[in-house]
């Protein structure tokens, strides 16, 4: 049987962030951009109140992974984000895939991603087809 994914939520009036602790790459984008809103140091590690809504939206969308996104709160905001996909090998890591994903896992389940998901290339992954942050530990080149 398929471990339940973790997700967490937080909110505050006008967003909810969701975090998928799973999917995260560990590229420190989001406390490197914005401490005050996202800090590993402090529990719970998001901060709503710490920056404008429209801050922390602009954060979420550097993150490399996906792992960090946002829905909103408010009934009548129909506000959707689209993009054309886009491909790229980082070195030394993943290979990112911007846009919207519908991927079919080798065990045959089915997952929708959205904005950029993260693709192991190294093999260390031990959440494969996804990028763990492993390939550093690994030392992948490539």
Known sequence: MAEKETIKEYSNEDITVVWKPKTCTHSKN?????????????????????????????????????????????????????METK?????NGPLIVYGTLNITNSDGTKEKRNKTTAFCRCGASNNKPYCDGAHIEAGFKG
């Open 87 to 91: 491909v790229e090998a980082m070195e």
């Open 30 to 82: 989001c406390w490197k951009g914005l401490l005050q809103v996202f800090n590993p140091q402090n529990r719970p590690w998001v901060n709503m109140d710490g920056a404008s809504t429209n801050r922390i939206k602009k954060q979420i969308a550097a993150c490399p992974s996906g792992a960090l996104s946002y829905r909103s709160n408010k009934e009548d905001d129909q506000e959707e984000v689209y």
